[in-house]
Structure formats: structure tokens, C-alpha cells
């Protein structure tokens, strides 16, 4: 088949380089945004004069139709034409004639490759803003609903200070509520139009860019035209962005896993969310929460593999950047999966409140409240934290907990003890006094609840204004 850019070879492609150079495998899935910004393009050579109107009309109507055959699935895609832009623009000429060539008039595929993947990533942008601010609002819920629950709180892994499991789960809603915000950055820079850049340098017809823009509902357009080609800034961005929010999701599902199991027995998660085992008939396995897990290094690497390909690129367009979409399209769905399972897994954990509880009386997490206990009463937190510190060695050695100690051995540490420490040291008791901003006192968890749900509310906001910009 001879190329549309097939004017200046003489020989023809070898078909290994065909498959190895060929994207179209991949990148068919940009077939809307193509035909929308070709449609935008055809406008505006229409406006400036550079084709007549009904020129406009019977390119915007072949298109039309193509896109039509896509979505009946009844058009066959050609490797030896490389790419989802060659494969249109090609039927189009079969289909309407010579003025299908005009369309290409005043831009290239650098240009026109870059604007597909723009509108396609601000696309999906929205649809996952949508579904991380779904999971935000699962965990809030989640939060209210077991607003009075204690559980202990962790460092190192080893029990240390109890909080309400609310508190909790509102560290992981505020790490997404971070996560939102960058993809609203991501956002920003995704909604740049570069059509009109042409190869590299512009072009010499008399084109409106703003026009264009204003008709695929950019917000801006790129200032220069070597930028425009060769950025991929918004998709390492996008990448980041993703890889953070896998981390967190990665880091909560180590904790759901580590909860449901015997040792813990914190949550039990729904059976819908589940596995068995092909061997071992008791077996009930988190296996989501560890898909999500082990998916988070897959995105890690894409973003790795862009940053690569990336760096040693001089400007301004190379072919190493058709390297930027299947990782791209991957990171987009392994991103959407795991949001749209989590809401669900979340909705459906089911709290062992009493063994949380448990957990908290069968340890020495109050003992820095014993500590503040002797502060208060004057001694210096340094000496405070000896006393205690001796005490709990007491305990180990004698097999008691805290909470088990006589009002004389509480004093045989301290004179400072008296018959108040058993009421201040109890897990209720703990958790009620944290009360500074952030903390995890019931009156803290309420105020952090009442601020979520006003960053939500704003963040549904500015998805629903996105939403109106996608083409």
C-alpha cells in the first residue's frame, strides 16, 4: 500500500518495521477525539479561507460517518497505515475524494497526535475525578457511620496511642482529597490546545487557533509551537498523580488485608469481594485489596518508563514519544478498576468493634496518657516518661496490664498517682482528651467530618464544570 507520506521513498516499508513502528493496535481507542478535532480543523480552514465552505461540509459529513462505521464496528483498521490519524484520513479520501486531502492543510501529525491525546486524557480526567471523589465519599460514610469505635492506632506496626477507627479512615480521605487536588493540576495542563503548531514551527496559512480551541473547549493554547509537539508534561503529571493515588490505595489495602485476617480481626470484608482457595475449602481471601496492591508497581513503572523515554529527547518531536500511550491507556484503566472495586469494598467491610476495643484494654497504648496524667501534676515529661516507662516493665514482668495496679503500686513509682489515674488511663477516657485540632476526639472526628463534607461538595463542583468542557 503506498503512504500517504510515500512521496519522497522509493522502496517500500519492510512489514516487521510496519508492525514494529505501527501504533494503531493501541491508539484506535482516540478515534472520537480525531474526528472531533479534525471536524474543529475543517471549521476553521472554512473561516479562514483556505477552503471553501462546502468543502467544510463534505469533509464534516465523511467524518461523521466514519466515526459511525467505528462505533457499528464495521471499520477495519490497516496496520500498514500506522495509526488510528492515518487510518481516518485515509477512508476519508476513499469516501469523499480529493478534498479529503485538503483536510490535512495547516497542521501535522505531530500536532494533531498531541491534540487527540489531550482531549482524550480530559476525558478521562473527569470520569476519574468522578470516581475518586465516589471512593472520598464511600469513606466519609464509613467514617460517620462508626464514629464511636476504637480501635488501636499504629506505629512501627507495634499498638501505641488509641483512636477512633473514624479518625482512621479520615487520614486516607484527606491523602485523597490531596490526590484530587493534584489532578485538578494535572487538569490545568492537560487543557492546552496544540493544533495549529504543525510539524514543529507553525504553519504559513492564516489559521485561528483560538478558534479551534474554543471550539474543542480548551481553556488555553499553547504559546509556542516547539512546546506544543514535544510536551509530555501532562502525562508524567497525570502519571504521578496516579501512581500517589495507587500508593495510597496501596497502603490501605495492606491494612485491610493485615485487619481481616485471624490475627487481627478487625474487619471482615463481603463476600462479593472475596476469594476461596482451590485446595483449602476455609479459606477466604482479600483478593482485591490485593490486586490493588500489586497493580500499584505497574503503574509505578509507567511512570518510569515515560520519565526514560523522556530524558535524553532533544526538541521537538521524536518517535519515541508513541512510547507515551499504552502506558498511558494502562494507567488509565488499572486507575478506574481499582477506584470502581474500592467504593464497593469499602461499603461492604463489616467492624469487629468489641475486638478493636479488645485490642486497645489487652495492651499498653495508654501509657502516654499516664504520662500526661504525672505532667500535669507538675513532674517535667522527661521524669514522667521514666516513671511510666518503669511501670509498664513492672507489668511485663508481673503479667498485668495498666489498668490492673493498685492505687499502692501505681504509687510505689510515684507519689503523684492517685485515685483518679484508673479513670484517665481508660481507652475512652484517652481518645475523648486528644481533642486538638486534627486530633482524634469524637468532637475533633465530627469538626474533620463536617470539613470533608464541605471539600467534597466544592470538588463536585469543579468536576461538574469539567464535565462541561469535554467535547
Known amino acids: 500500500m503506498s503512504k500517504l507520506w510515500g512521496g519522497r521513498f522509493a522502496k517500500n516499508t519492510d512489514l516487521a518495521v510496519e508492525e514494529f513502528t505501527s501504533s494503531i493496535s493501541f491508539d484506535n481507542r482516540l478515534y472520537k477525539q480525531d474526528i472531533a478535532g479534525s471536524i474543529a480543523h475543517a471549521k476553521m480552514l472554512a473561516k479562514c479561507k483556505v477552503i471553501a465552505d462546502e468543502e ?12 459511525a462505521d ?10 500498514a497505515l500506522e495509526d488510528i490519524h492515518m487510518n481516518i484520513e485515509k477512508r476519508l479520501t476513499e469516501r469523499i475524494g ?48 462508626h464514629s464511636d469505635v476504637i480501635m488501636p492506632g499504629y506505629t512501627h506496626l507495634q499498638r501505641a496511642q488509641p483512636i477512633l477507627f473514624a479518625h482512621h479512615m479520615l487520614a486516607y480521605l484527606f491523602m485523597l482529597v490531596r490526590d484530587f487536588g493534584r489532578l485538578q493540576g494535572v487538569w490545568e495542563r492537560t487543557d492546552m490546545m ?30 509556542n509551537s516547539i512546546d506544543a509537539v514535544s510536551d509530555r ?67 509505578y513503572g509507567h511512570l518510569m518508563a515515560l520519565l526514560t523515554v523522556a530524558k535524553g ?33 469499602l461499603e461492604g467491610m463489616k467492624l469487629n468493634a468489641p475486638r478493636m476495643l479488645d485490642a486497645v484494654r489487652q495492651d499498653f497504648s495508654n ?14 515529661f522527661r521524669q514522667a516518661h521514666e516513671v511510666v516507662g518503669k511501670s509498664v516493665l513492672y507489668c511485663l514482668e508481673q503479667s498485668k496490664k495498666l489498668t490492673e495496679l493498685s492505687l499502692a503500686e501505681f504509687q510505689s513509682f510515684s507519689a503523684l498517682f492517685d485515685t483518679d ?37 466544592a470538588q463536585q463542583s469543579t468536576i461538574d464544570t469539567c464535565r462541561q468542557t469535554k467535547i
Open 56 to 67: 467544510a461540509q463534505q469533509i464534516i459529513a465523511g467524518l461523521l460517518s466514519i466515526q
Open 70 to 79: 467505528i462505533e457499528a464496528g464495521t471499520f477495519s483498521f490497516d496496520i
Open 98 to 145: 480529493p478534498v479529503g486531502g485538503k483536510l490535512h492543510t495547516a497542521r501535522s501529525r505531530n500536532d494533531q497526535v498531541a491534540l487527540d491525546t489531550h482531549l482524550y486524557l480530559k476525558q478521562e480526567i473527569v470520569t476519574i475525578g468522578q470516581m475518586l471523589h465516589d471512593l472520598e465519599e464511600a469513606m466519609l460514610a464509613k467514617a460517620e457511620k
Open 194 to 223: 496544540p493544533l495549529g503548531a504543525g510539524a514543529l514551527a507553525g504553519t504559513t496559512f492564516p489559521i485561528d487557533r483560538q478558534f479551534v480551541a474554543q471550539e474543542l473547549k480548551f481553556g488555553a493554547v499553547y504559546d
Open 233 to 299: 508534561d501532562y502525562i508524567l503529571e497525570f502519571l504521578s498523580f496516579a501512581s500517589i493515588l495507587m500508593m495510597h490505595l496501596s497502603r490501605l489495602s495492606e491494612e485491610i488485608i493485615l485487619w481481616s485476617s485471624a490475627e487481627f480481626s478487625f474487619v471482615e470484608l463481603d463476600d462479593a469481594h472475596c476469594t476461596g482457595s482451590s485446595i483449602m475449602p476455609q479459606k477466604k481471601n482479600p483478593d482485591v485489596a490485593e490486586l490493588v496492591r500489586g497493580k500499584t508497581g505497574r503503574i
Open 313 to 345: 529527547l532533544p526538541l521537538a518531536y521524536n518517535k519515541d514519544l508513541q512510547e507515551d500511550k499504552e502506558g498511558l491507556f494502562d494507567t488509565i484503566d488499572t486507575v478506574k478498576f481499582s477506584l470502581s472495586v474500592y467504593a464497593s469494598l
Open 367 to 380: 501509657a502516654t496518657d499516664m504520662a500526661d496524667y504525672l505532667v500535669k501534676k507538675g513532674l517535667p
Open 421 to 457: 489515674i484508673l479513670e484517665a488511663i481508660k481507652p475512652e477516657v484517652c481518645v475523648n482528651a486528644r481533642n486538638s485540632y486534627g486530633g482524634t476526639s469524637p468532637q475533633q472526628v465530627r469538626q474533620a467530618i463536617e470539613r470533608g463534607r464541605g471539600i467534597l461538595a
